[in-house]
C-alpha cells in the first residue's frame, strides 16, 4: 500500500511557562530519548480532510495520520513524523494540498490539542519544525 511520510526535527518546550508566558527549549539527551517512540493517537491527521476544500477532492484516498517522534541516535535528535496511508499515489498538486493541510494540523488543530493535554499534565512536549517539514512518498 503506498504511503507518504511528512518528517522534521522535533523540539521540546519545557513544561513551565515562563513569566512572560513564553516557554524554554529543551535539549538534554536523556530528555530526547525519553520521547523516543511516542504517539499521539486520540487523533489521526486524516480526521478532518473532508473538512477542507482543497483535500476533499482526495480525501477518500487518504487515511492514517498518526503524530510520532523517534530519537534519532545518530545525529542526537528527536524526529517527528505523520505518515498517512494510500489508496493510490497522489499528484504532485495532492501532495501539496496535504502538505500545506498537514502544516496548519502541526500548527493549529491536533498539535494544538496534543500539547495542551501534555501541558495540562505538567508534561514536557515535543513539536515538529513545520519550516524544515519534508516528505517521502513510496508506492
Request: net charge negative; proline share 0%.
Given at each position: 500500500m503506498p504511503t507518504i511520510r511528512f518528517t522534521g526535527p522535533a523540539l521540546?518546550?519545557?513544561?513551565e511557562e515562563n513569566v512572560d508566558g513564553s516557554l524554554d527549549l529543551i535539549?538534554?539527551?536523556a530528555t530526547l530519548e525519553s520521547l523516543n517512540g511516542?504517539?499521539?493517537?486520540?487523533e489521526e491527521f486524516s480526521d478532518y480532510l473532508y473538512d477542507r476544500e482543497e483535500t476533499k477532492s482526495f480525501a477518500e484516498y487518504v487515511s492514517g495520520g498518526i503524530l510520532s517522534f523517534s530519537y534519532d541516535t545518530s545525529s542526537?535528535?528527536?524526529?517527528g513524523s505523520i505518515e498517512y496511508l494510500l489508496s493510490r499515489p497522489l499528484s504532485a498538486d495532492e501532495v501539496e494540498a496535504l502538505e500545506e493541510y498537514t502544516i496548519e494540523q502541526l500548527t493549529d488543530g491536533i498539535c494544538s490539542n496534543f500539547s495542551q493535554e501534555r501541558a495540562l499534565r505538567g508534561e514536557v512536549t515535543p513539536f515538529i519544525n513545520?519550516?524544515?517539514l519534508s516528505?517521502?512518498?513510496a508506492s
Open positions: 521540546v518546550a519545557s513544561a535539549s538534554d539527551k511516542m504517539s499521539y493517537e486520540d542526537s535528535s528527536l524526529i513545520h519550516e524544515e516528505y517521502h512518498q
